[in-house]
């Protein structure tokens, strides 16, 4: 039997209806909710051909895990995943884009980082197994849909996986607070990893070793420093911005 994880929130679940909706066992929404956006999200679920279940608000809550499920909740399939960085690259065509976290443990930064990932068109979000989180519910609410859009692989070392984009002639540039060179000087043209820490502890030393070249965002107000997922959207853009 093909295991099952519950996805909650509009767009986490209209996503999975859109893109695979032969994985959707059964959708549950408020009946007491009526309105426009629930009547279209309804008539999608009906056109998926997926089973639709009236829950109230306590059911909702209990099969999400939060009170924020805005009403919608759903019992899919667990999609195959890709099995190895090496799988998901030899299948990329141009130059490759991966955003490698370095110890990301709060789901809600990580389901921001995938969403953004998603938007700039990264090709795999890499992690390692220790000290970082995975794909649960939250994540995928906060994702909006891109945790079932972008594949976020677990890796036993990190150094070594970047040590393997290395050798498939993709650049690691890692973003520190200390560097010298600021991130629009940098060429981030062609194939790339983009390596971002967690929020205070930053890049790992081992980490920051395995970077070809290290850089900074200029700030120019108070902060000293930014969310994690705002980060990477920066630096995802800038990479977008010189690859165009």
């Known amino acids: 039997m093909a ?3 519950v996805l909650y929130g509009f767009h986490a679940v209209g996503v999975r209806l859109r893109t695979a909706p032969d994985s959707v066992v059964e959708v549950h929404v408020d009946p007491q909710r009526r309105d426009a956006r629930m009547r279209q999200f309804v008539q999608r679920v009906l056109d998926a051909g997926a089973r639709l279940v009236d829950s109230d608000d306590a059911q909702l809550t209990r099969l999400a895990g939060s009170a924020r ?3 919608v909740a759903a ?9 190895s960085l090496d799988d998901l690259l030899d299948a990329v065509q141009g130059p490759p884009l991966v955003l490698a976290l370095d110890g990301v443990t709060d789901p809600h930064n990580l389901g921001a980082c995938l969403r953004v990932a998603d938007a700039s068109g990264v090709h795999a979000v890499v992690a390692p197994k220790d000290h970082a989180v995975g794909v ?3 994540v995928a609410k906060v994702a909006s849909g891109a945790a079932e859009t972008v594949p976020y692989l677990m890796v036993t070392n990190l150094a070594r996986a970047l040590g393997e984009l290395k050798e498939r002639s993709i650049r690691v540039v890692g973003l520190a607070g200390d560097a010298e060179l600021t991130l629009h000087a940098a060429d981030l043209g062609g194939p ?13 030393q081992l980490t920051r070793r395995s970077c070809d070249l290290l850089v900074r965002i200029p700030m ?25």
């Open 192 to 204: 790339l990893a983009l390596v971002l820490g967690a929020e205070g502890a930053g890049l790992r």
């Open 75 to 83: 019992r899919v399939q667990v999609l195959p995943q890709v099995h």
């Open 69 to 71: 499920h805005q009403g």
């Open 136 to 138: 649960n519910a939250t």
């Open 220 to 244: 120019q107000g108070a902060v000293e420093s930014l969310n994690v997922a705002v980060a990477a959207g920066v630096c995802l853009y800038e990479a977008l911005r010189q690859r165009r």
């Open 3 to 5: 295991t099952l994880k």
